[in-house]
């Protein structure tokens, strides 16, 4: 049964492809223009994306590597740093703890001396200077 219907498809999209191309050709042949102007902006617009690819092609961007030197300046612990960068993704404290499998007033404590260290006063601050600093990317 399902060969039977397989076969009969694709007799009747051979049929219909036929159909297709006898209509294609009458057209063509009674529209010529418009077949080559639509030839032509076809191949304007390849030409377009090639060239448009090849000029504003973009560089790879550089791995961030972050800046060391404020981080030992500013007296950053290293898991101060991986609360810093979990808070620059987004994450709550619970999220951090269970991340970092440390207790949530562990968590508090670090986003704390965070703070003082960036001298700032919300989370979202604190982001912002340290990824002007060069800590975060």
Request: hydrophobic share 60%.
């Given at each position: 049964m399902v060969r039977t219907v397989?076969?009969?498809?694709?007799?009747?999209?051979?049929?219909?492809?036929?159909?297709?191309?006898?209509e294609y050709q009458f057209w063509a042949r009674t529209h010529p223009?418009?077949?080559?102007?639509?030839?032509?902006a076809a191949g304007f617009l390849g030409l377009g994306v090639?060239?448009?690819?090849?000029?504003?092609?973009?560089?790879?961007?550089?791995?961030?590597?972050?800046n060391?030197?404020?981080?030992?300046?500013?007296?950053?612990?290293?898991?101060e740093f991986e609360v810093l960068r979990l808070l620059a993704a987004g994450k709550s404290n619970k999220e951090i703890a269970q991340g970092l499998t440390l207790s949530p007033n562990t968590v508090?404590?670090?986003v704390a001396r965070l703070f003082e260290k960036l001298a700032a006063a919300r989370r979202t601050e604190a982001?912002?200077?340290a990824r002007e600093l060069g800590l975060i990317p």
């Open positions: 397989a076969i009969y498809g694709c007799v009747l999209a051979l049929a219909a492809i036929a159909l297709q191309w006898v223009g418009s077949v080559y102007m639509a030839l032509i090639w060239v448009g690819a090849r000029l504003f092609r973009r560089a790879a961007p550089a791995a961030f590597e972050p060391v030197k404020a981080q030992a300046s500013l007296g950053i612990t290293d898991r508090k404590t670090h982001i912002l200077k």
